[in-house]
């Protein structure tokens, strides 16, 4: 029971980061850069997701370092 709690716990931390990073960026481009927000059918809509994808990235390094570092997540 103990791995998969901690497989739960390391992938819950893993994903949650990086959806801050996406999903803050994204609010912030439709709510406060775009007036108004491009459709979700245009190309600029899917470059700022690609930005937003390089943001979760970033966001969720240092907990998936810390994650490994500390023994909850192997390699």
């Not at 899917?46 to 909850?72: D, E």
């Amino acid at each position: 029971m103990a791995p998969l709690r901690d497989a739960i716990k390391s992938d819950t931390l893993s994903v949650l980061s990086f959806e801050v990073g996406l999903f803050g960026w994204m609010a912030l481009s439709q709510y406060v850069i775009w007036q108004p927000a491009p459709p979700i059918d245009s190309s600029g809509h899917w470059f700022t997701m690609q930005i937003g994808m390089i943001l979760g990235f970033l966001t969720s390094w240092p907990v998936n370092r810390w994650l490994l570092r500390s023994g909850v997540r192997s390699r």
